[in-house]
């Protein structure tokens, strides 16, 4: 079974962009900025947002964290959007969720100028996912298909079968995989039967946020199988199939899958990294 090293081409990927950036900033003047903004004191949002900065940092985009106390009302955080918005040294905006309850996500994410909607969650990105070539695409679908370009698996004509439809992940990524040439199967938690839909999936994309759901017996022979999973077990970091109690089996019916940690957590950066780039080149080219 072949491991699907995202860590690895997501290095490659920034010391690339590293190099563009470098080139970007002597011809324009001035490095591509990003603005993230959390609410509240979530640890596990502290921690993406502390490796989001990080990885900007590290190939010279410029990274403004706004941290608001988890009090803040909504219309404050409106206001900070609109701030953001107007600013022309700002080329992404970046809202980290989840919000505190009290918030209305959609409303915040709607306000964001779906130009420098970095996430890609914005309506307006949305719909141009689904009609047109245009759009900001949400960073873990983006990097989940770099990487399976990269590893070279065919798409076109293959079955590739979803697990979840959230807005961040399953949802743009059976959208992206359409675009891709493939027939998509979306499974959820109401999905009947889902063994007999996953064992038909030659791309088998997990995106569910639990762990051992998805067992050797569910997967088709020679599966290619992209794990999106982030769960705490025992304090240990694990997918929701990579590292689970069925790996000895997985291993022998998989063809590829991505590891956890290494797989998919390192593509998500590395096309954040590259939206930023990109929405930044629209902004300062003319
Ligand atoms: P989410 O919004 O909670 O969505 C989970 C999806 O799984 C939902 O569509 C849900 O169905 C479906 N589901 C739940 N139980 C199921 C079951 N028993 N059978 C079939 N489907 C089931 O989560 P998300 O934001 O998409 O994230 C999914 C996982 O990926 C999480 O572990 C998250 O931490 C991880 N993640 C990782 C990265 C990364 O960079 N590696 C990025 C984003 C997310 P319903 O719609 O019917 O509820």
Redesign the pocket.
């Known amino acids: 079974m072949k491991i699907l090293n995202g860590a690895a081409l997501a290095k490659k990927i920034k010391s690339v962009l590293a190099i563009e950036i470098e080139y970007l900033v002597k011809k324009h003047e001035r490095a591509p900025k990003l603005c993230i903004v959390l609410v509240g004191d979530d640890p596990a949002s502290a921690s993406y947002v502390k490796s989001k900065k990080k990885s900007c940092n590290e190939i010279g985009i410029l990274c403004d964290l706004n941290i608001m106390p988890f009090s803040t009302s909504q219309d404050q955080l409106l206001a900070l959007i609109e701030t953001l918005n107007n600013d022309p040294e700002v080329d992404a905006i970046l809202v980290q969720l989840p919000l505190p309850k009290h918030i209305d996500q959609s409303v915040i994410l709607q306000a964001i100028d779906y130009k420098k909607d970095v996430d890609g969650l914005h309506p307006m990105n949305v719909g141009l996912l689904n009609i047109s070539n245009d759009a900001i695409i949400p960073?873990?679908p983006k990097?989940i298909l770099s990487l399976l370009k990269a590893e070279d698996v065919s798409i076109t004509g293959k079955h590739c079968v979803v697990?979840?439809?959230?807005?961040?992940?399953?949802k743009p990524m059976a959208q992206l995989m359409l675009r891709e040439n493939a027939s998509v199967t979306v499974?959820?938690?109401?999905?009947r039967d889902?063994a007999y839909l996953t064992r038909q999936g030659e791309i088998l994309i997990i995106?569910?946020?639990?762990p051992n759901?998805v067992n050797a017996d569910m997967l088709k022979e020679g599966a290619v199988v992209v794990d999106?999973?982030?769960?705490s077990v025992d304090g240990k970091l694990v997918g929701?199939i990579y590292n689970s109690i069925d790996v000895t089996n997985i291993e022998k019916k998989a063809a590829a899958i991505t590891p956890?940690p290494g797989?998919?957590?390192p593509?998500?950066?590395a096309s954040l990294l590259e939206n930023v780039v990109e929405i930044y080149k629209k902004r300062v080219i003319k």
Not at 187 to 191: E, L, N
Not at 207 to 210: L, T, Y
């Open positions: 960073c873990t990097g697990i979840g439809r959230s807005n961040l992940v399953g499974c959820h938690s109401k999905t889902l995106a569910i946020g639990h759901l999106v999973g982030i769960n929701d956890v797989g998919v957590g593509m998500t950066i």
